[in-house]
């Protein structure tokens, strides 16, 4: 009984001993994936130390870290609708707004970034971890001014779909936000402008209305040109009889008349008629 009472002691022992190994081998090896480095911390101080790609010892219990993502990351506002498949690593729901002129709109938009390999040290120790410094610094501004450059032009400039300026704004004010705070900007686009349905509806009426008033524009200005074209072309068949009129001499009279005369006398001829007639072969006015 007492061996057997020692032989259960040992497997015990050794089954603790067998944990807190493993725990001791766990917490003191990190393993960084590709596109991403970690800062360690020690006792909840950064320590500066940045672990790159592949696999380090740290100090076990003491040590931990924070791991930012150095490739192209998408924060995306997006929408419920299960036809929209999204890829972005942070979602969340669109920005509502009104124009220059008092129309609400929801802006759509995607902010692709990375996390600045240099700066990583700076932003665990000012700001925190990636999660944190998305949601204050990516989150937080661009949806600041997602919100208030739209606010600076009319429904109409965007409903047409111009967009690039908007987007041109909100870049050139997140830029250097961005990197003062170990964030490097890609590119900031807006999907979508989605205004109100009384709106749209507006508009395509306006639209409608537009095209009808061009068409019957058209019209008169086509018959303005078909009424000058007739003019003009009386005119040059009044010149060309004038023209005529005036080259005609007897001689050509006379012989137009021989050319004319089917070798027949006239069987009846009033007082003053001659015989060289020739009055149906002038041109009439």
Known sequence: MVLDKNIKRIIVISGIALVLAI?????SVRIVNAGS?????????????ILEPGMHLI????????EYNTRKVIYETTSADKQHVSSAQYKDFPVDTNTKDGQQV????????????AKVT????????????????VKTDSRIWARNIPREFEAEHLYTGNVQEVQ???EAILRP??????????????????????????????????????????????????????????????????????????????????EKWNGQLPSVMGQGTSLLDVSGLLPKR
């Not at 005529?244 to 007897?250: G, Y």
């Open 122 to 137: 700076w932003v665990a120790q000012n700001i925190g971890d990636e999660l944190k410094l998305v949601d204050t610094i």
């Open 168 to 170: 041109n704004r909100i």
């Open 37 to 49: 480095v970690q800062v360690v911390t020690s006792f909840g101080r950064v320590t500066g130390r």
């Open 106 to 117: 929801i802006i759509y938009y995607t902010v692709r970034f990375s996390v600045d390999p």
């Open 23 to 27: 725990m001791v081998l766990y917490s």
């Open 177 to 258: 936000v961005f990197s003062d705070n170990g964030i490097i900007l890609d590119e900031v686009g807006i999907r979508e402008i989605k205004f109100m349905d009384e709106y749209v509806q507006e508009i395509e009426a306006k639209q409608i209305e537009f095209v009808k008033i061009q068409t019957e524009k058209n019209r008169a200005e086509q018959a303005v040109y078909q009424k000058a074209a007739r003019i003009t072309q009386a005119e040059g068949q009044a010149a060309e009889q004038e023209l005529l009129r005036r080259s005609i001499t007897p001689e050509i009279i006379q012989k137009m008349w021989v």
């Open 59 to 66: 100090t076990p219990f003491a040590d931990d870290t924070f």
